[in-house]
């Protein structure tokens, strides 16, 4: 594909609307092309950007702006239409059309609106687009694409595990211990649209591989339909993609996703590592 048939595909494949063969092409054309990453970022730069609002709820001062520009525009009293001259539809001291005001707010109304469209579908929940990464990882966990495909598509960097303090308030969580066979392979700091987060990829004894995201923002979904359990007295959320098993787990200071897990028992084994009963959140 050329460039300009892969920028017609670059806001579906951002947003996580692109699948199978043509996301993958977007992808791998990302790799060569400076180019089109530079677009890419733009959208990266564009959402990030509304995200620092905090919410996805329009806030007061939108609809104030509203309020005032219907107040500021609107005629202040009825107008007289025997005032009105007969072909030109102009006031006779005015010469501006009666209805230029009821326009103005009209027109007015309708930036606000379109706005705030924009501030819904661009705020910071992207269920959609962060499950079909994840189904994207867990389709591709084995080649060496997966462990920079978020940081190519979001943005970000290799971190050392002992910087993550300063730029995220906590360590990893392998920092507290993995299963004997298991290595870290690398730690990622990550600007994803929800929050940064950290990701980590760790190798098995056999070659494969899973990956942790560490995410700030506890109410960010990687699943759709998860099937909702505790363990080690934390709220968990379980899907399955392919065999593999997906999980997040909410603790008092972020959210824990574990992206290709074998079953249960490899997610027992890395909790009871983990000892996170001291982790949870405030309300359980």
């Given at each position: 594909m050329n460039c300009d048939n892969i920028r017609d595909q670059l806001s579906a494949f951002f947003d996580g609307e692109l699948a199978g063969d043509s996301r993958e092409q977007v992808f791998q054309h990302l790799q060569d092309?400076?180019?089109c990453r530079e677009v890419l970022e733009s959208y990266r730069s564009l959402r990030q950007a509304v995200a620092e609002f905090g919410t996805s709820s329009p806030p007061e001062s939108v609809w104030a702006a509203i309020r005032s520009e219907l107040e500021e525009e609107a005629p202040s009293s009825p107008v007289d239409q025997t005032a009105v001259a007969p072909r030109t539809g102009l006031h006779p001291r005015s010469q501006r059309p009666v209805w230029a005001p009821w326009l103005a707010a009209a027109a007015a109304v309708?930036?606000?609106?379109?706005?705030?469209s924009i501030w819904l579908k661009?705020?910071?929940n992207h269920d959609h687009a962060l499950y079909s990464d994840v189904v994207w990882l867990v389709e591709h966990l084995?080649?060496?694409d997966s462990?920079?495909?978020l940081r190519d598509k979001y943005g970000g960097r290799l971190i050392d595990s002992n910087q993550t303090p300063a730029q995220v308030g906590y360590r990893p969580v392998v920092d507290r211990g993995i299963p004997e066979g298991y290595v870290v392979n690398q730690i990622q700091l990550l600007d994803m649209p929800c929050c940064r987060c950290l990701q980590t990829v760790c190798q098995r004894s056999d070659?494969?591989?899973l990956m942790i995201l560490e995410h700030e923002n506890r109410k960010v979904r990687f699943m759709p339909h998860p099937r909702k359990t505790t363990r080690c007295g934390l709220e968990c959320n379980m899907d399955h993609v392919d065999d593999q098993l997906i999980v997040t787990l909410q603790t008092r200071?972020?959210?824990i996703t574990i992206v290709g897990l074998r079953?249960?028992?490899e997610l027992d084994a890395l909790l009871n590592r983990w000892s996170l009963q001291a982790f949870k959140p405030n309300n359980s």
């Amino acid at each position: 594909m050329n460039c300009d048939n892969i920028r017609d595909q670059l806001s579906a494949f951002f947003d996580g609307e692109l699948a199978g063969d043509s996301r993958e092409q977007v992808f791998q054309h990302l790799q060569d092309c400076e180019s089109c990453r530079e677009v890419l970022e733009s959208y990266r730069s564009l959402r990030q950007a509304v995200a620092e609002f905090g919410t996805s709820s329009p806030p007061e001062s939108v609809w104030a702006a509203i309020r005032s520009e219907l107040e500021e525009e609107a005629p202040s009293s009825p107008v007289d239409q025997t005032a009105v001259a007969p072909r030109t539809g102009l006031h006779p001291r005015s010469q501006r059309p009666v209805w230029a005001p009821w326009l103005a707010a009209a027109a007015a109304v309708l930036v606000l609106i379109a706005s705030v469209s924009i501030w819904l579908k661009w705020g910071p929940n992207h269920d959609h687009a962060l499950y079909s990464d994840v189904v994207w990882l867990v389709e591709h966990l084995e080649s060496e694409d997966s462990e920079s495909y978020l940081r190519d598509k979001y943005g970000g960097r290799l971190i050392d595990s002992n910087q993550t303090p300063a730029q995220v308030g906590y360590r990893p969580v392998v920092d507290r211990g993995i299963p004997e066979g298991y290595v870290v392979n690398q730690i990622q700091l990550l600007d994803m649209p929800c929050c940064r987060c950290l990701q980590t990829v760790c190798q098995r004894s056999d070659g494969s591989r899973l990956m942790i995201l560490e995410h700030e923002n506890r109410k960010v979904r990687f699943m759709p339909h998860p099937r909702k359990t505790t363990r080690c007295g934390l709220e968990c959320n379980m899907d399955h993609v392919d065999d593999q098993l997906i999980v997040t787990l909410q603790t008092r200071e972020r959210g824990i996703t574990i992206v290709g897990l074998r079953d249960e028992n490899e997610l027992d084994a890395l909790l009871n590592r983990w000892s996170l009963q001291a982790f949870k959140p405030n309300n359980s």
